[in-house]
T-cell receptor, first 110, second 113 residues
Framework: KQEVTQIPAALSVPEGENLVLNCSFTDSAIYNLQWFRQDPGKGLTSLLLIQSSQREQTSGRLNASLDKSSGRSTLYIAASQPGDSATYLCAVKGDYKLSFGAGTTVTVRA | EAGVVQSPRYKIIEKKQPVAFWCNPISGHNTLYWYLQNLGQGPELLIRYENEEAVDDSQLPKDRFSAERLKGVDSTLKIQPAELGDSAVYLC???????????FGPGTRLTVL
Protein backbone atom coordinates (compact mmCIF):
# COMPACT_ATOMS: atom_id res chain seq x y z
CA LYS A 1 0.00 0.00 0.00
CA GLN A 2 1.31 3.44 -0.95
CA GLU A 3 2.14 5.62 2.05
CA VAL A 4 2.55 9.37 1.53
CA THR A 5 4.14 11.54 4.21
CA GLN A 6 4.36 15.31 4.34
CA ILE A 7 6.76 17.12 6.62
CA PRO A 8 6.37 19.49 8.34
CA ALA A 9 2.69 19.28 9.32
CA ALA A 10 2.60 23.04 9.83
CA LEU A 11 4.79 25.96 8.86
CA SER A 12 4.70 29.67 9.70
CA VAL A 13 6.88 32.15 7.83
CA PRO A 14 7.09 35.93 7.41
CA GLU A 15 5.95 37.41 4.15
CA GLY A 16 8.57 37.33 1.44
CA GLU A 17 10.33 34.21 2.64
CA ASN A 18 10.58 31.22 0.31
CA LEU A 19 8.57 28.13 1.25
CA VAL A 20 9.84 24.55 0.97
CA LEU A 21 7.30 21.76 1.41
CA ASN A 22 8.34 18.12 1.40
CA CYS A 23 6.52 14.99 0.31
CA SER A 24 7.77 11.41 0.45
CA PHE A 25 6.18 8.20 -0.79
CA THR A 26 7.01 4.53 -0.28
CA ASP A 27 6.24 2.97 -3.67
CA SER A 28 8.17 4.49 -6.58
CA ALA A 29 5.89 2.84 -9.19
CA ILE A 30 3.78 5.93 -9.80
CA TYR A 31 2.21 7.51 -12.89
CA ASN A 32 2.36 11.07 -11.66
CA LEU A 33 2.43 13.29 -8.60
CA GLN A 34 0.13 16.22 -7.97
CA TRP A 35 0.32 19.14 -5.56
CA PHE A 36 -2.98 20.59 -4.36
CA ARG A 37 -3.98 23.61 -2.33
CA GLN A 38 -6.92 23.48 0.08
CA ASP A 39 -8.37 26.56 1.75
CA PRO A 40 -10.43 26.12 4.94
CA GLY A 41 -13.85 24.67 4.17
CA LYS A 42 -13.07 24.38 0.48
CA GLY A 43 -12.24 21.66 -2.00
CA LEU A 44 -8.87 20.94 -3.56
CA THR A 45 -7.30 23.12 -6.23
CA SER A 46 -4.66 21.48 -8.40
CA LEU A 47 -1.41 23.47 -8.48
CA LEU A 48 1.05 21.32 -10.39
CA LEU A 49 1.11 17.86 -11.92
CA ILE A 50 4.41 16.11 -12.60
CA GLN A 51 4.44 13.04 -14.81
CA SER A 52 6.62 10.16 -13.65
CA SER A 53 9.04 10.83 -16.53
CA GLN A 54 9.53 14.47 -15.54
CA ARG A 55 11.90 15.95 -12.99
CA GLU A 56 10.11 19.23 -12.31
CA GLN A 57 7.23 21.52 -13.19
CA THR A 58 6.93 25.27 -12.80
CA SER A 59 3.98 27.63 -12.67
CA GLY A 60 4.60 31.24 -11.74
CA ARG A 61 6.11 31.35 -8.24
CA LEU A 62 5.64 27.61 -7.80
CA ASN A 63 8.17 24.95 -8.66
CA ALA A 64 7.82 21.25 -7.90
CA SER A 65 10.53 18.64 -8.25
CA LEU A 66 10.20 14.88 -8.40
CA ASP A 67 12.81 12.25 -7.59
CA LYS A 68 10.90 9.06 -8.24
CA SER A 69 13.74 6.69 -7.38
CA SER A 70 14.10 8.12 -3.88
CA GLY A 71 10.35 8.64 -3.43
CA ARG A 72 10.50 12.38 -2.88
CA SER A 73 8.94 15.57 -4.15
CA THR A 74 9.45 19.14 -3.05
CA LEU A 75 7.21 22.13 -3.64
CA TYR A 76 8.93 25.52 -3.63
CA ILE A 77 6.93 28.72 -3.34
CA ALA A 78 9.01 31.81 -3.98
CA ALA A 79 8.49 35.13 -2.21
CA SER A 80 5.54 33.98 -0.11
CA GLN A 81 2.49 36.20 0.36
CA PRO A 82 -0.30 36.14 2.97
CA GLY A 83 -2.61 34.81 0.24
CA ASP A 84 -0.45 31.68 0.09
CA SER A 85 -1.75 30.69 3.53
CA ALA A 86 -3.51 27.34 3.06
CA THR A 87 -3.00 23.61 3.40
CA TYR A 88 -0.89 22.02 0.68
CA LEU A 89 -1.37 18.35 -0.12
CA CYS A 90 0.63 16.08 -2.34
CA ALA A 91 -0.87 13.03 -3.99
CA VAL A 92 0.73 10.23 -5.95
CA LYS A 93 -1.11 8.31 -8.61
CA GLY A 94 -0.87 4.57 -9.17
CA ASP A 95 -3.49 2.34 -10.84
CA TYR A 96 -6.00 5.20 -11.22
CA LYS A 97 -5.96 5.87 -7.50
CA LEU A 98 -4.62 9.01 -5.82
CA SER A 99 -2.91 8.45 -2.47
CA PHE A 100 -2.72 11.64 -0.43
CA GLY A 101 -0.49 12.91 2.28
CA ALA A 102 -2.03 14.61 5.33
CA GLY A 103 -0.87 18.02 4.14
CA THR A 104 1.27 20.90 5.34
CA THR A 105 -0.63 23.88 6.74
CA VAL A 106 1.16 27.09 5.82
CA THR A 107 0.70 30.46 7.48
CA VAL A 108 2.37 33.48 5.91
CA ARG A 109 2.57 36.38 8.36
CA ALA A 110 2.21 39.90 7.01
CA GLU B 1 -16.36 25.80 -18.01
CA ALA B 2 -18.22 24.82 -14.86
CA GLY B 3 -16.32 22.79 -12.31
CA VAL B 4 -17.46 19.83 -10.27
CA VAL B 5 -20.68 20.70 -8.44
CA GLN B 6 -21.65 19.18 -5.12
CA SER B 7 -24.67 19.62 -2.89
CA PRO B 8 -25.44 20.21 -0.18
CA ARG B 9 -22.34 22.04 1.03
CA TYR B 10 -23.17 21.36 4.67
CA LYS B 11 -25.37 18.78 6.35
CA ILE B 12 -26.12 18.21 10.03
CA ILE B 13 -28.07 15.11 11.01
CA GLU B 14 -28.78 12.96 14.03
CA LYS B 15 -27.09 9.59 14.24
CA LYS B 16 -29.01 6.68 12.70
CA GLN B 17 -30.60 9.03 10.15
CA PRO B 18 -30.00 8.60 6.41
CA VAL B 19 -28.16 11.19 4.33
CA ALA B 20 -27.39 11.62 0.64
CA PHE B 21 -24.85 13.68 -1.26
CA TRP B 22 -25.04 14.67 -4.90
CA CYS B 23 -22.28 15.31 -7.43
CA ASN B 24 -22.36 16.66 -10.96
CA PRO B 25 -18.99 16.15 -12.68
CA ILE B 26 -17.38 18.31 -15.34
CA SER B 27 -19.15 17.80 -18.65
CA GLY B 28 -17.54 15.04 -20.70
CA HIS B 29 -15.65 13.51 -17.78
CA ASN B 30 -16.17 9.77 -17.81
CA THR B 31 -14.49 8.98 -14.51
CA LEU B 32 -16.00 10.04 -11.20
CA TYR B 33 -14.57 9.59 -7.73
CA TRP B 34 -15.92 9.90 -4.20
CA TYR B 35 -13.41 10.64 -1.45
CA LEU B 36 -13.71 10.88 2.32
CA GLN B 37 -11.58 13.46 4.13
CA ASN B 38 -11.30 13.36 7.91
CA LEU B 39 -10.09 16.41 9.79
CA GLY B 40 -6.36 16.91 9.46
CA GLN B 41 -5.94 14.11 6.95
CA GLY B 42 -5.76 13.73 3.20
CA PRO B 43 -8.71 12.42 1.19
CA GLU B 44 -9.18 8.67 0.86
CA LEU B 45 -10.90 7.06 -2.09
CA LEU B 46 -14.30 5.49 -1.43
CA ILE B 47 -15.39 4.56 -4.94
CA ARG B 48 -14.45 5.17 -8.58
CA TYR B 49 -16.82 5.05 -11.54
CA GLU B 50 -15.98 4.61 -15.19
CA ASN B 51 -19.16 5.89 -16.85
CA GLU B 52 -21.95 4.12 -14.93
CA GLU B 53 -19.84 1.20 -13.72
CA ALA B 54 -18.28 1.13 -10.25
CA VAL B 55 -14.81 -0.22 -11.06
CA ASP B 56 -13.27 0.24 -7.61
CA ASP B 57 -15.43 0.19 -4.50
CA SER B 58 -13.05 -1.77 -2.31
CA GLN B 59 -12.87 1.03 0.30
CA LEU B 60 -16.61 1.65 0.46
CA PRO B 61 -18.19 0.36 3.72
CA LYS B 62 -20.98 -1.50 2.03
CA ASP B 63 -22.97 -2.22 5.16
CA ARG B 64 -24.07 1.41 5.37
CA PHE B 65 -22.73 3.22 2.31
CA SER B 66 -24.08 2.98 -1.20
CA ALA B 67 -23.50 4.93 -4.39
CA GLU B 68 -24.92 5.14 -7.86
CA ARG B 69 -24.16 6.91 -11.10
CA LEU B 70 -27.20 6.58 -13.28
CA LYS B 71 -26.62 7.30 -16.98
CA GLY B 72 -22.94 7.83 -16.29
CA VAL B 73 -23.23 11.50 -15.36
CA ASP B 74 -24.47 12.62 -11.93
CA SER B 75 -23.74 10.53 -8.88
CA THR B 76 -25.27 10.10 -5.44
CA LEU B 77 -23.55 8.80 -2.32
CA LYS B 78 -25.79 7.61 0.49
CA ILE B 79 -25.21 6.67 4.11
CA GLN B 80 -27.86 4.74 5.99
CA PRO B 81 -27.80 4.80 8.94
CA ALA B 82 -25.23 7.47 9.74
CA GLU B 83 -22.88 7.04 12.69
CA LEU B 84 -20.97 9.62 14.71
CA GLY B 85 -17.72 8.54 13.03
CA ASP B 86 -19.08 9.45 9.61
CA SER B 87 -18.61 13.14 10.36
CA ALA B 88 -16.18 14.29 7.69
CA VAL B 89 -15.95 16.06 4.35
CA TYR B 90 -17.11 14.07 1.34
CA LEU B 91 -15.37 15.13 -1.85
CA CYS B 92 -16.33 14.34 -5.41
CA UNK B 93 -13.82 14.51 -8.26
CA UNK B 94 -13.91 13.81 -11.98
CA UNK B 95 -11.49 13.26 -14.83
CA UNK B 96 -11.68 12.65 -18.56
CA UNK B 97 -10.56 9.10 -17.92
CA UNK B 98 -8.80 7.19 -15.18
CA UNK B 99 -5.40 8.29 -16.54
CA UNK B 100 -6.10 12.00 -16.50
CA UNK B 101 -5.84 14.80 -13.95
CA UNK B 102 -8.62 14.83 -11.36
CA UNK B 103 -10.64 17.95 -10.60
CA PHE B 104 -12.32 18.28 -7.24
CA GLY B 105 -15.59 19.77 -6.11
CA PRO B 106 -15.96 21.93 -2.96
CA GLY B 107 -17.11 18.97 -0.85
CA THR B 108 -19.99 18.32 1.54
CA ARG B 109 -19.22 18.75 5.22
CA LEU B 110 -21.25 16.22 7.20
CA THR B 111 -21.79 16.53 10.94
CA VAL B 112 -23.47 13.62 12.72
CA LEU B 113 -24.79 14.46 16.21
Amino acid sequence: KQEVTQIPAALSVPEGENLVLNCSFTDSAIYNLQWFRQDPGKGLTSLLLIQSSQREQTSGRLNASLDKSSGRSTLYIAASQPGDSATYLCAVKGDYKLSFGAGTTVTVRA
Amino acid sequence: EAGVVQSPRYKIIEKKQPVAFWCNPISGHNTLYWYLQNLGQGPELLIRYENEEAVDDSQLPKDRFSAERLKGVDSTLKIQPAELGDSAVYLCASSLSGDNEQFFGPGTRLTVL
